[in-house]
């Protein structure tokens, strides 16, 4: 069963998929890595990582958009 964080979490990677394309963003959590945009990297400055450390960093984000990212980071 999926829970409300896991359900945004997909919809925020679907969209990022579609939005990403000259840069790259690197999602870590836990022990899983996920890469969305360029898929090699040529500059550091191309490339964002983003640690996820509570799974409600999703939803908050989905929901409130740049005010929950905000908030979360």
Known sequence: MSTIHDTSRE???AH??????DAALVIREGDSTT???LADFQSPREMVE????DP???TRTLTLGSLG???AY
């Not at 990022?16 to 394309?21: E, G, L, N, T």
């Not at 983003?50 to 450390?53: A, E, G, R, Y």
């Open 56 to 58: 409600a960093f999703y």
């Open 69 to 71: 990212l905000g908030e």
């Open 35 to 37: 890469r969305i945009g």
């Open 11 to 13: 919809l925020l990677f």
């Open 50 to 53: 983003l640690v996820v450390k």
């Open 16 to 21: 990022w998929r579609k939005s990403i394309r």
